[in-house]
């Protein structure tokens, strides 16, 4: 009996001494485990881009004010550079009529370029004198300048793409042979080719300018002038700049 409470008491001892270990190496919840190495990476590359995106953001924002800031100032400044088409053709008119205004007897005539593979569609104006047969033409095609939204300077960082625009303008002055009823009209001058550049960006989808290139070109003309009605004329002719074209013309 004596044995026996002995027995009983030493377990009871090992029983007390085994239960704290046996709290200690309880597991842990899953959602306690370090998460690993992989995804803190991905995390870590995703804050990259995001910083890089509001960097290239900040960035655009800045430029964009400094140019706004430049427009205003030249906006009322120098506009020496810039090309009035009005002053262009008001010159052309002027010498067309020998600085006389229209009393003379006087030719207007516009015409049309289509497209082709090679050229854009464009729009002349021929003036002539009819006493002395020579005069002027003037020819548009394309964009002559950047759209509104377009921001005059270059852009802040790399991440962007391109986007072109083209247009050209002439001017050749014209001389005319022969009667009334129908003439040769022969042309000679230069036109000037540009391409302009725009940076589009792919962080906020603002338009910069990027440049522009130009050159200048001999044009000449070889065409005639039909009349089929009372002051009216059929005008057809190939122009080296602008390809095949036609349209009409009215005497004053």
Not at 56 to 80: C, F, M, N, V
Request: overall charge neutral; some cysteine; proline content about 2%.
């Amino acid at each position: 009996m004596k044995q026996r409470a002995i027995i009983i008491i030493a377990a009871l001892t090992i029983a007390g001494l085994a239960a704290p270990a046996l709290c200690e190496e309880t597991a842990q919840p899953a959602s306690a485990a370090p998460s690993s190495v992989g995804s803190r990476h991905d995390d870590d590359k995703d804050k990259d881009k995001d910083r890089d995106r509001q960097e290239k953001i900040r960035l655009e924002r800045e430029a964009r004010r400094e140019a706004e800031r430049r427009d205003r100032h030249e906006r009322y400044s120098d506009r020496g550079d810039a090309i009035d088409v009005g002053d262009v053709i008001g010159t052309v008119i002027n010498v067309a009529s020998d600085q006389g205004g229209l009393r003379q007897r006087f030719a207007v005539g516009v015409v049309y370029a289509p497209a082709n593979a090679a050229k854009m569609s464009g729009v002349g104006i021929q003036f002539l004198n009819r006493e002395r047969k020579w005069g002027a033409s003037v020819w548009l095609s394309g964009a002559l300048g950047r759209d509104e939204d377009v921001i005059d300077t270059g852009i802040p960082h790399s991440d962007y793409y391109l986007e072109n625009q083209r247009g050209s303008y002439g001017l050749q002055g014209l001389y005319a042979v022969g009667s009334e009823s129908a003439s040769l009209i022969l042309g000679a001058g230069f036109a000037v080719e540009q391409t302009m550049y725009t940076a589009v960006s792919n962080a906020t989808g603002w338009r910069w300018n990027n440049g522009s290139d130009s050159r200048v070109k001999f044009a000449g003309q070889i065409g005639c002038r039909l009349r089929f009605a009372n002051r009216v004329s059929l005008n057809l002719g190939y122009d080296t700049h602008q390809s095949a074209f036609f349209g009409f013309t009215g005497d004053f």
